[in-house]
């Protein structure tokens, strides 16, 4: 093979030296994150959105669903810190003996789901899932069952109607059971995208992205 793509190498070990920088992106989604709930509930210390607002300009709707992408990457990021023993920083490698950051790639990890899964607030993400499931099983079977079987089926019933009720019933199991086991975190995303307390996730990614990209050390190391 001409070209051989490294999964680890290309991408999983860089990533996991980028948790610092990760962490200051984490820090600016949370703000924009903060600016974009301000703006729906027209107060920054409002709780409840009693109904959809509108005024959010297109622009700054566009910039939260950002949030998938950092929040995939940040996921990736501590999870590879975790794996290969990747200091999260230049600094911090050079300052510490240690490789990895424990308190830093958990903290990517939780914060990472939390930013990828606060777009999907305002999408029917369950739906979704259903959708691209059903559709996925129903192309591999369509694929897979010989023609001598559909012609068998055919006797009985349009093998259409087959696969239109094999596609309903796997859009309501997979689209049900993703939405049981999503809205734990969906409520979890939604409380702490209060904008006071998105504040101050971001400030403090802020934080240890500073001292861990420039100081070399962590939070963790005073508390």
Do not use: H
């Not at 995939?72 to 950051?101: D, H, K, W």
């Not at 958990?106 to 979704?128: C, E, M, R, Y």
């Not at 023609?147 to 109607?161: G, R, T, W």
């Amino acid at each position: 093979m001409i070209f051989a793509w490294d999964f680890t190498e290309n991408l999983l070990k860089p990533l996991g030296k980028l948790g610092g920088f990760m962490l200051l992106i984490l820090g600016i989604m949370w703000i924009i994150y903060a600016i974009y709930e301000t703006k729906r509930r027209k107060s920054f210390k409002k709780r409840k959105i009693e109904s959809w607002d509108f005024d959010v300009t297109k622009f700054l709707k566009a910039l939260t669903y950002l949030g998938f992408i950092v929040g995939l990457l940040s996921i990736i990021s501590g999870v590879a810190g975790l794996m290969f023993n990747t200091p999260p920083s230049v600094a911090y490698e050079l300052n510490s003996e240690n490789g990895r950051n424990m308190f830093t790639s958990i903290f990517l990890i939780i914060f990472g789901v939390f930013t990828f899964l606060k777009p999907a607030n305002d999408l029917p993400i369950a739906s979704l899932i259903g959708v691209l499931a059903a559709t996925g099983i129903v192309i591999i079977l369509v694929l897979a069952i010989p023609d001598q079987l559909v012609q068998v089926i055919a006797v009985f019933v349009n093998p259409k109607i087959v696969l239109v009720i094999l596609f309903v019933i796997i859009f309501a199991i997979v689209a049900l059971t993703a939405k049981f086991y999503m809205s734990g975190f969906m409520a979890v995303s939604k409380i702490i995208s209060w904008p006071p307390l998105a504040v101050i996730f971001a400030i403090f990614c802020f934080i240890q992205g500073f001292l861990l990209l420039v100081v070399g050390t962590s939070i963790s190391g005073y508390f």
